[in-house]
C-alpha cells in the first residue's frame, strides 16, 4: 500500500477487549502503524502494558495525561490517524458519541477527529437490539461513522446470537481493503460482475438436480476483485461459504434465476467473470408433489436451460467477458471451442480430474487460452493466488483497451 497507514484504535471496556489485543497484533504484523487509546474500564480487562507491547507505541489513557509537551495529545492523536477504528464498542461508548459526550481521551479525541472512524460493536445480543442501541447507531451511521458488524455466536453472558466483535483477520482485511480501494489498485473505476457456485434444478418439492461446485473459486475471484479496486458483484449459486468483503453478493437457486439477476446488471458491467458451474438441463416438468418410489427404472424428461455465457457473448459490447472450462480431456481444444462459439475474450481451463484441481479443495491446476491461440500455464495454486492471476490478466486487457 505504499506509504505505512496510521490506525489509531480506541478500546473500550468489555470482555470482547482480549480480541482487540490480537486486532492490534494482527495490523501491525499486517504493517500499519497502530496507536491504542483505552478507556479505564477497558484496562479493567486487559493491561495497557500488552497493547504497548503489541503496538510498539505509547498507549493513552488519561486526557490529562501529556506525554509529549510540544502537542495537545488528543488533538495530535486525532490529526496523526489515517483511519480510527474502536473495537470493541460497547453500547456505552456508542452512546456517548452518538450524544456528542467528551469526558474522557477517547470520545475527545473522537469529536476532534477528521479521519474516517469505524466502530465494531460487541455485547450482549439484547443491549444490541436495545431500541437506544440502534437509535444511536443510526445517528452516528448518519453522521458519517461506518459501522464493523458484530456475528453472531456463542456470548460470554451464555447468550447466543448477535453482539460477538468481529473476528480480527477480518477486520484487518477491511482495513486493508479499503486503502486499496482508496489508493486505487489495478482494478479501481472497473465494475466488475462474477458467477459463482452450482445451480440447483427441482425435480420435486423434495429433490433436485444440482453439480460438485462449492463456489470457491468464483468466492475468491470476487474478494481478490474488490482488494484491486473493483466495484463487485457476486451472483452465486447455493453455497455455504461467507460472503467476501467489499462485495455485493446476490443469492439465487436455478439457472434462470442466475440468468435473470446476471442478464439485468450486464450492460452496466466493465468485465463479466463466469466461474460458476451452471446446470446444462432441466427437468421439464418440475412437480409439485414428492414423486413416489415404485419398481422398475424411472426417467424424468429434460430439457435445456438457457446458455448463459452464449447470451452474454451475443449481447457484448464494451464487456470484458471471461468464461470457464471445467474439463477431463482435450482441455485446450475444448476450451478455445467454447472462446469462439460464445465470443469470449479468454476462457480459464481447468482439468478437475488432476490432483489438487477439483471441486470443493482450496487450489486449482488452471491455464488461461487467449483469442490468439496462446496460453497461459499456471502451477498448482491456492484458489485466491488462481484468481489473483486471473483478475491481473483481465485488468491488463482493461486498462489497455481504456488507454490507461
Not at 18 to 31: M, N, P, R, V
Amino acid at each position: 500500500m505504499g506509504e505505512k497507514k496510521k490506525i489509531l484504535l480506541g478500546v473500550s471496556g468489555g470482555i470482547a477487549v482480549y480480541k482487540a489485543a490480537a486486532f492490534t497484533s494482527k495490523l501491525t504484523q499486517a504493517g500499519f502503524d497502530v496507536k491504542v487509546m483505552m478507556t479505564s474500564s477497558a484496562c479493567e480487562f486487559v493491561s495497557p502494558l500488552t497493547f504497548q507491547a503489541l503496538s510498539r507505541n505509547d498507549v493513552f489513557i488519561d486526557t490529562f495525561d501529556e506525554k509529549d509537551s510540544k502537542v495537545i495529545a488528543h488533538i495530535d492523536l486525532a490529526d496523526w490517524a489515517d483511519l480510527i477504528a474502536v473495537a470493541p464498542a460497547t453500547a456505552n461508548i456508542i452512546g456517548k458519541l452518538a450524544n456528542g459526550i467528551a469526558d474522557d481521551m477517547l470520545t475527545t479525541t473522537l469529536l476532534a477527529a477528521t479521519a474516517p472512524v469505524w466502530i465494531a460493536p460487541a455485547m450482549n445480543v439484547h443491549m444490541y437490539d436495545h431500541p437506544a442501541v440502534k437509535r444511536n447507531i443510526q445517528t452516528l451511521y448518519e453522521d458519517g461513522y461506518r459501522f464493523i458488524e458484530p456475528s453472531e455466536g456463542y456470548l460470554a453472558c451464555g447468550y447466543v446470537g448477535r453482539g460477538r466483535l468481529e473476528e480480527p483477520e477480518k477486520m484487518v482485511r477491511l482495513i486493508q481493503n479499503y486503502f486499496l480501494q482508496k489508493e486505487g489498485g489495478p482494478l479501481s473505476g472497473k465494475k466488475v460482475l462474477v458467477t459463482a457456485g452450482p445451480t440447483v434444478e427441482t425435480i420435486d418439492p423434495v429433490r433436485y438436480l444440482s453439480n460438485r461446485s462449492s463456489g470457491k473459486m468464483g468466492f475468491a475471484l470476487a474478494g481478490k476483485a474488490a482488494e484491486m479496486g473493483a466495484d463487485v458483484t457476486l451472483v452465486s449459486g447455493p453455497s455455504h461459504l461467507e460472503d467476501p468483503y467489499g462485495v455485493s453478493v446476490i443469492r439465487v437457486q436455478s439457472a434462470n434465476e442466475m440468468f435473470m439477476e446476471v442478464t439485468k446488471r450486464f450492460d452496466e458491467q466493465d468485465a463479466v467473470i463466469k466461474a460458476a458451474a451452471v446446470a446444462d438441463y432441466k427437468p421439464s416438468k418440475p412437480l409439485t408433489h414428492k414423486m413416489k418410489k415404485h419398481d422398475g427404472p424411472l426417467s424424468v424428461e429434460m430439457e435445456r436451460t438457457v446458455d448463459i455465457l452464449q447470451t452474454l457473448g451475443e449481447r457484448k459490447q464494451h464487456q470484458l467477458l471471461i468464461g470457464f472450462a471445467a474439463e477431463t480431456d482435450h482441455v485446450h481444444e475444448y476450451a478455445m471451442q467454447k472462446l469462439k462459439k460464445k465470443n469470449l475474450d479468454f476462457v480459464v481451463s481447468n482439468n478437475v480430474a488432476a490432483e489438487g484441481a477439483g471441486f470443493a479443495v482450496d487450489t486449482n491446476l488452471i491455464a488461461i487460452h487467449r483469442k490468439d491461440g496462446t496460453v497461459k500455464e499456471l502451477p498448482l495454486l491456492s484458489k485466491a493466488a488462481a484468481a489473483e492471476a486471473i483478475l491481473l490478466e483481465a485488468a491488463a486487457v482493461l486498462n489497455r483497451n481504456s488507454g490507461e
